[in-house]
């Protein structure tokens, strides 16, 4: 396995060694907490061909601990893009049609600009010198990266969690820019106990001797222990209690009776464990306290004088929501205060809630219903973006 | 207040500060782990008197971090005792006319042998040396403290959660013996996400270099960060959405703005930082390693050949299955999976679904409704064991 820490700066001179393409604004950004960052860089994938008309776009927008190799494979883990379900030729997001992009957030660790980057005011990693961003940040970045690109209208912006977040943050924030927008299992607003959930992830991070309040990078440390339990907890969210007993229940972990003791009898253990330890071999603690706390501070109503619904005043944007029944981190009913707000200020919208027992992760998985959905959605769209028929 | 580690040894010579009982077991205990306890020492309360026939005793078992001060204050936090609410004269639980007994669990941290008392092999404390035992463990103490009160049968056997998990092991184990049972917000057997929610809060205190192995005792420490975020992720599960969203919402904890920094700008960042903190001055990490295990252990059903009927065939136990219908970590679907099993060997069982929106805590907490069900089981129970009525 490659080391992210050797890819994401090999030389040490601000240039990475992954692959993609890297957007330099210094222009530089004017972020809600008040302070600036310039210049600031955004890591970008593309896939496609931008048509004469730069009219077939599609932006993809990450969720928490996703980034742009959406569809190819990861440059640390090797494994597939995380979308590369339903992004390449001939499949829903065809790039034989549309001209598919996802850079990775303002703060995050792939080749973006986040807290491990060197602050050019001291000469040393940010840590939690790094400015708090918001979603409103992450997205105007990447406003930056498709002005860059020329292109004045996205045919559609797509993205599931905090993917969903930026969704709809682009629609209300640009309402011109956005033909068709696609929130999937996300809210208009962190809930409490989902500031919760991310606030005990912080805790374990901050917890850990080796996080060096944030410094661990100056320490030649890494908060390996704190990150995988930030990592396990969050990842019990991400699926159903249906599922979890369906791919595990009670089963043993290669033994055929109790242990009595602490190791991971149980197999729904020894997953839990490995997807904490494989985590922290892809992601950066301090990343994971500034995404959790950008999904925290999101709140689109308030913004907008607590109204949801002016968040959306006279949008021309086509909508399609997408839930799934048994997600219980943003559950349908998230959903339904989205497609309220929206119908209230004549919106065109469509609202599909996708019978699954997967939990939020579903919206990562192989759900045909979910890719019908979205391939109608896309399809009608496209016709009447223009973009002729499949 | 007063720290834990001061009342339980003060003299280091096995006497405890604790106010209330001990019973000490020369007798010993065989362990399901195949090891043996001997001497060991359960510590216990007990309100009001036994009457002359021992007709009139209740156990109340107490929940994974409570223990044995039910009805009086707390020795370490000076707060009520946790069912103070029910129990006392002229309350559901009558002291005037039960004799209530609650001893803390084997493996606890108030008095009862854990993992933090001296192993006598070794002179040092136990640390993880201490043996994993499990719910059926703790039952067969409190039988030998139940024998040694002279009591040959229960009135009822009553509690929730983990204690609603002792209850079921009483009934099972000792039909005879427990005239009623109440098991209260509980399962028949752990499930995957209550397995994996547990084994996130190992992982957050074995995560703290503090624990050191097991031995921090030795080592003069204590797992104090990586406990308290044990506790973190626990007390979200304790209890609902709907809760957290009334409670706290995403009201600011004494701010009129974001703080765009990583302090506790929610109200409900600060409350679970608080639940943490606190926890961490009156409970044990090694004996919380314990009790989660014994919790994730429990099928009581694998106990009688995989058919949960079989744990009550034949039984004369009158039953009382309580629910909550907000409680999403031992859901009225656990309880429903019990009435069915208890049904098809034609028990004598009552069941009902508490509609509250208050979670897993409402067993803890002022729920009309379920305290007059309660009331009524117990007063109709009375009067068949020629109690008298009320």
Chains 1, 2 share one sequence.
């Not at 602490?262 to 995404?291: C, M, P, T």
Request: net charge negative; charged share 15%.
């Amino acid at each position: 396995m490659i080391d992210q820490a050797s890819l994401l700066n090999p030389a040490g001179d601000g240039v990475t060694g992954l692959p993609g393409h890297q957007f330099v604004s210094t222009q530089g950004l004017a972020l809600d907490c008040g302070l600036s960052l310039a210049p600031y860089t955004l890591a970008y994938t593309t896939y496609g061909q931008l048509n004469a008309d730069r009219s077939n776009a599609i932006l993809v927008c990450h969720a928490l601990t996703g980034d742009q190799y959406v569809a190819e494979p990861h440059p640390v883990t090797g494994k597939p893009g995380w979308w590369d379900i339903l992004i390449g030729p001939g499949k829903v997001l065809d790039t034989d049609r549309y001209f598919v992009i996802c850079s990775n957030v303002l703060g995050g660790c792939m080749g973006t600009t986040g807290p491990s980057d060197v602050n050019p005011a001291t000469g040393e990693p940010f840590g939690t010198n790094f400015p708090v961003i918001t979603i409103a940040d992450m997205v105007r970045a990447q406003a930056q990266l498709i002005d860059h690109l020329g292109i004045d209208q996205l045919f559609a912006v797509i993205g599931g969690s905090m993917g969903g977040m930026q969704v709809l943050e682009w629609a209300a924030r640009y309402p011109t820019r956005v033909f068709a927008a696609v929130p999937i299992a996300t809210a208009a607003r962190h809930s409490a106990q989902n500031i919760a959930f991310h606030e005990v992830g912080r805790q374990a991070i901050r917890a850990d001797p080796d996080w060096c309040g944030g410094a661990y990078q100056i320490a030649g440390k890494r908060p390996h222990r704190g990150l995988a339990v930030a990592r396990m907890a969050a990842h019990i969210t991400y699926l159903s209690e249906p599922a979890l007993h369906r791919k595990f229940g009670r089963s043993l972990q290669a033994r055929e009776q109790l242990s009595y003791g602490f190791e991971a009898d149980f197999q729904v253990e020894s997953y839990l464990r490995h997807q904490g330890s494989s985590f922290v071999d892809r992601f950066d603690a301090n990343s994971y306290l500034y995404i959790t706390r950008a999904m925290d501070y999101f709140d689109l109503a308030a913004e907008h004088g607590g109204q949801l619904a002016d968040a959306f005043a006279r949008t021309p944007t086509r909508f399609c929501v997408v839930s799934f029944s048994s997600d219980w981190l943003f559950p349908t009913a998230e959903s339904r205060v989205l497609v309220r707000a929206l119908n209230s200020v004549a919106a065109n919208v469509s609202f599909v809630e996708i019978p699954t027992d997967r939990g939020h992760d579903a919206f990562l998985l192989d759900e045909p219903e979910f890719h019908q959905v979205l391939d109608g959605f896309l399809s009608g769209s496209a016709e009447l973006r223009g973009l002729g028929r499949r």
